[in-house]
């Protein structure tokens, strides 16, 4: 007996229309990959990307600011305890325009899915509306 696999709960979005973000991340992850990255260097580098002090709804970013700089250097440390390279620091800071590319990119293409299948958009995990309904609120396509 051949059934028919289930019907998708969500609307299938065509992946060639993500094609630009999707190889920005994949390119994203190939260059962190190779800095082999151990896990404390990550959890690191991932709290100041996350500790951004430039986004528009923040009310006290100086005091993000002060925090992305102590996690900074405790990457730092991170780094020369492990005798790393010297420029392993800079090579990850780097990164970073990449990263704000892939995070424009993906809030146009969110934006663009939202505009096509609002019914869909509104059942998103709440989580990740409080995320993206502020960026999306406060995105300005200029930038960049």
């Not at 892939?102 to 096509?116: Q, T, V």
């Not at 869909?120 to 509306?129: E, G, I, Q, S, V």
């Amino acid at each position: 007996v051949v059934t028919s696999p289930p019907a998708p709960l969500l609307p299938t979005v065509s992946p060639s229309g993500c094609d630009d973000l999707i190889s920005a991340i994949f390119e994203l992850a190939r260059t962190l990959c190779r800095l082999q990255l151990s896990d404390e260097e990550l959890a690191l580098f991932t709290a100041a990307v996350l500790l951004s002090p430039d986004r528009p709804w923040l009310t006290e970013s100086k005091k993000v600011q002060k925090l992305q700089d102590k996690i900074y250097v405790a990457l730092q440390h991170e780094i020369q305890k492990k005798h790393s390279t010297e420029d392993k620091l800079s090579k990850m800071v780097s990164k970073l325009p990449l990263m704000k590319t892939i995070c424009n990119l993906h809030l146009d293409k969110l934006e663009f899915f939202r505009l096509l299948h609002p019914e869909t958009a509104m059942n998103f995990p709440p989580l990740y509306k409080e995320v993206f309904n502020s960026e999306l609120q406060y995105s300005d396509p200029q930038e960049s």
